[in-house]
């Protein structure tokens, strides 16, 4: 057998085995000169790039010092980089300062150089023309400070500035969500009762915080414990809330007159569609809060409300 394949081989195999290849030691196990390694190395990486079921690549660990195989990163296509990129800027969640650095290490490091140019025109004219939030906040830093409190389960005393409040409150919360809708980065929350603020009501119900009015936030070292089976599912509340009004759970049901259907299973994931005829979509769903009577104002003639699950609200 050539020297060189059975080099290769050799190498090949134990780099499957989980062995650290390093080119100075395998130059003198062979007895042959580091850039004979180095293309060997070159050879392995070549054939597992070609080879669509190997699904593991080549890399040099700088811990180890030495060429290892790790499982194949996948990284975003053009295609999808170019819609990631789309969908932040329409979000127009972040100050610039924020977003712009985001949208360019997408387009560094994902976006292929033959592409790259194109996609770049593509958004070029739209991160030009983007419009900061008006509370002119930066938070980016924060949210993995918030998320790991909302991970490690550990509670958070904030002061939080409300909308018609001219002074800022105090809350110790419970953390079990970030959420992002229409502009806005939430917080979801328990409120707690505490020692300080005795007189803060304590709901069944998570509240939601906008971030951008955090003024203040504080991690504390005590940790809060949660059944299992009452665990919270940022999901499933997300299909019941309404432009991010937290309250308590409603069972509503209205006439929707207009026929585009999609337009209201969109807006309202836990639709039913009772029935249907000439006089529109008769339709129930379950939400939290009050953010749905906004949505029924909007809507004027198009929309009958039928019931506003007021009455029947928080009784199962």
């Excluded at 660990?61 to 290892?68: A, C, P, S, T």
């Excluded at 985001?102 to 033959?114: H, N």
């Amino acid at each position: 057998m050539d020297k060189k394949v059975e080099r290769v081989i050799s190498m090949y195999n134990r780099l499957q085995d989980g062995e650290v290849l390093v080119k100075a030691d395998e130059a003198k196990r062979f007895g042959v000169d580091e850039r004979s390694i180095q293309r060997d190395l070159e050879d392995i990486r070549a054939y597992l790039a070609n080879d669509a079921s190997a699904k593991r690549e080549l890399v040099y660990d700088r811990i180890k010092k030495g060429y290892v195989l790790e499982q194949e990163r996948k990284n975003l296509t053009d295609s999808e980089i170019l819609t990631v990129c789309k969908i932040l800027l329409e979000s127009r969640s972040l100050m610039k300062e924020e977003m712009y650095p985001i949208i360019d290490k997408l387009l560094a490091t994902c976006v292929s150089r033959p592409d790259y140019k194109k996609v770049e025109e593509l958004i070029r004219n739209e991160k030009h023309h983007y419009l900061e939030p008006h509370h002119g906040r930066k938070f980016v830093d924060d949210m993995w400070k918030v998320g790991s409190a909302v991970y490690e389960k550990r509670l958070m005393r904030v002061r939080y500035r409300k909308l018609k409040s001219p002074e800022p409150v105090t809350r110790l919360l419970q953390p079990v969500a970030i959420l992002f809708s229409e502009y806005y980065f939430y917080l979801c929350a328990y409120i707690c009762k505490s020692e300080e603020m005795p007189d803060v009501p304590k709901y069944d119900f998570p509240a939601t915080y906008r971030i951008d009015r955090i003024d203040e936030f504080e991690i504390l070292e005590e940790h809060f414990h949660v059944p299992y089976a009452k665990r919270f599912e940022e999901g499933e509340f997300r299909k019941r809330i309404q432009f991010m009004f937290g309250g308590e759970l409603r069972r509503v049901r209205f006439l929707h007159k207009s026929d585009n259907i999609e337009f209201v299973l969109d807006r309202f994931p836990t639709a039913q569609i009772l029935s249907h005829d000439e006089k529109g979509w008769l339709i129930q769903a379950e939400v939290y809060g009050d953010g749905v009577d906004i949505w029924f104002r909007s809507m004027g003639d198009v929309v009958e409300v039928l019931d506003d699950g007021k009455k029947a609200a928080g009784k199962g």
